[in-house]
């Protein structure tokens, strides 16, 4: 599977009064067209460029910054002008802009001449209103020429871009063959000048790991998909000081996780996808800077390509800081939103009064029998036509499948045999307790010494890891980080998190055992 982004993100920003700035920022023009004037619509010249100013709404400073709005947006008046080289307004432009927000993005614009995200100058001006939604840290409103003409795409005769003719003679023919058609609904077939403009700054918070994961809407998937963003890892470098931290929780052969420990929101949890092991990073350290691209890999909110600073954890100076992990019960087993709120958190299940744990007990490499396929302790193997895989849509590993799947003590053994995964069974013995059994598929691949097979049935005290989510199967895997984190004797106890996975640094460090 591909996962594509960058980051790239600057750092709190220039200080501005509150009460918004009337002073314009001069665009650049980024690409000149040869195409001069065609069929009346107005165009600028590269030699032009626009301003765009906030004429209302609060902007923000650095020291007191907007909050994150992801679901009305922030409200702003917007004066929108047309320059000539020399600074005067171009009264003969009557031509459209685009409004956009980065980071950012806007609502419909409302006022004279607005057509969704558009806008026309009359005679070289024009006055609109908007809302930011999603912004954060130094966003900016722009307006950009980029030669649409917004029409109604079922207008008679039809839009420039949809009429099947190659009006402005190029060699190519409406959208979005010919690079003049923004869209389909575009009147004209020229290309823009991309003269563009911005506001001020306008100063909103950075987002943390909860708003990254999509708290705002239940925290099920990112609100910033496919967008770059500075997460705030807390580290305020002025002051040289963290306002909360962020520290990493479990170095992975592909990336690492982190936790922010001082949120009460919850979903404060997320695994950075890196390709492989971070260089230098370790468990215990917390993170001063994180930027990196958000997304959902089926299902599973993550950074990709991350960059980032640490603070490297000296024992001698600070405590560890990795939380304990959350003990699961049966009860937040069958419940989707407590499980969501703990993805890509550290999570146990643990033998622990009233709480019991044991492997399942129908775990084996034997085919279980037609015509029920009933699994037993010596035969659970569903890839019946040993083709490495099972077929989930045709029998006889479609009704195999799915008597494990309703089996609480099953563990499909080719999942087991390829991805190292089996289940753990979870007893609550509290008097009352509904449900009081549930199972949860785990994963011990970063522990060599543990053989699954040989402890179905058995007790065991407690398995502890990350918690990962793949929507396509609806499941949630919890992950040992190491061999530190399966305690099979059921006499003995889990260490610590300041200890469990825990690898002082040495003067060569190369990411030695980390998992």
């Known amino acids: ?71 009305q947006g922030t409200p702003f008046s917007v004066h929108v002008e047309a320059h000539n080289g020399d600074g005067s307004v171009d ?37 609109v209103s908007t809302r930011v939604l999603g912004a954060y840290g130094d966003s900016r409103i722009w307006a950009e020429d980029l030669g649409y003409v917004p029409v109604d795409p079922t207008r008679s005769p039809p839009p420039a871009c949809a009429d099947g003719r190659d009006n402005n003679g190029d060699g190519t023919i409406d959208y979005p063959n010919d690079p003049g058609c923004a869209y389909p609904n575009d009147d004209t077939e020229e290309i823009g000048s991309y003269v563009a403009g911005t506001t001020d700054v306008i100063h909103f918070v950075y987002p943390r790991v909860a708003d990254v994961r999509g708290i705002a809407q239940g925290g099920g998937a990112t609100s910033f998909p496919h967008d770059q963003v500075q997460i705030d890892t807390g580290y305020r470098p002025a002051e040289n000081k963290f306002a909360f931290s962020l520290v990493v929780t479990r170095i992975a052969a592909d990336g690492f996780y982190v936790t922010d420990l001082d949120d009460p929101r919850g979903f404060t949890s997320i695994f950075a996808y ?95 029998s037609p015509p029920g396929f009933t699994p037993t302790e010596t035969a659970s193997n569903c890839d019946i036509n040993n083709d490495g895989k099972i077929d989930f849509y045709h029998d006889p590993e479609m009704s195999c499948s799915a008597a494990c799947d309703s089996d609480p003590e099953c563990s499909e053994y080719s999942n087991f045999a390829g991805r190292s995964e089996f289940f753990l069974v979870v007893h609550d013995g509290s008097p009352g307790a509904f449900p009081t059994d549930a199972k949860v598929q785990v994963n011990a691949s970063t522990a060599a010494l543990i053989d699954p097979l040989a402890l179905r049935g058995k007790p065991i005290k407690a398995f502890t890891g990350t918690f990962r989510y793949f929507s396509g199967g609806s499941q949630f895997t919890i992950e040992a980080r190491c061999q530190d984190d399966i305690v099979v004797d059921p006499a003995a106890q889990p260490l610590t998190s300041d200890k469990a996975c825990v690898y002082p640094r040495t003067a060569s460090d190369q990411n030695n055992a980390s998992n």
């Open 1 to 71: 599977m591909s996962r594509a982004g960058r980051s790239a993100s600057k750092r709190g920003g220039a200080r501005a009064p509150r009460a918004v700035r009337r002073a314009l920022f001069t665009g650049l023009a980024l690409v000149a067209t040869a195409a001069g004037c065609s069929g009346g619509y107005g165009r600028l010249r590269a030699t032009s460029h626009i301003t765009v100013a906030l004429t209302s709404g609060d902007v923000g400073t650095g020291d007191a910054r907007l909050p994150l709005d992801l679901t």
């Open 91 to 127: 009264t003969t432009f009557n031509g459209w802009v685009r409004l956009s927000s980065k980071p950012g993005a806007i609502t419909p614009v409302e006022g004279p001449g607005a057509s969704g995200r558009n806008v026309h100058l009359d005679n070289g001006r024009a006055d």
């Open 274 to 368: 890196n390709f492989s092991a971070p260089p230098r990073l370790r468990v215990c350290d917390r993170l001063t800077g994180l930027n990196a691209t958000a997304s959902d890999f089926f299902g599973f909110t993550e950074l990709g390509f991350p960059t980032w600073q640490t603070e490297e954890w000296d024992p001698r100076v600070r405590p560890c800081l990795v939380p304990e992990p959350f003990v699961l019960s049966p009860a937040s087993l069958n419940d989707t939103s407590v499980k969501l709120n703990k993805e890509s958190a550290l999570v146990r299940v643990v033998s622990s009064d009233p709480y019991s744990v044991h492997v399942g007990s129908h775990f084996g490499k034997g085919f279980p």
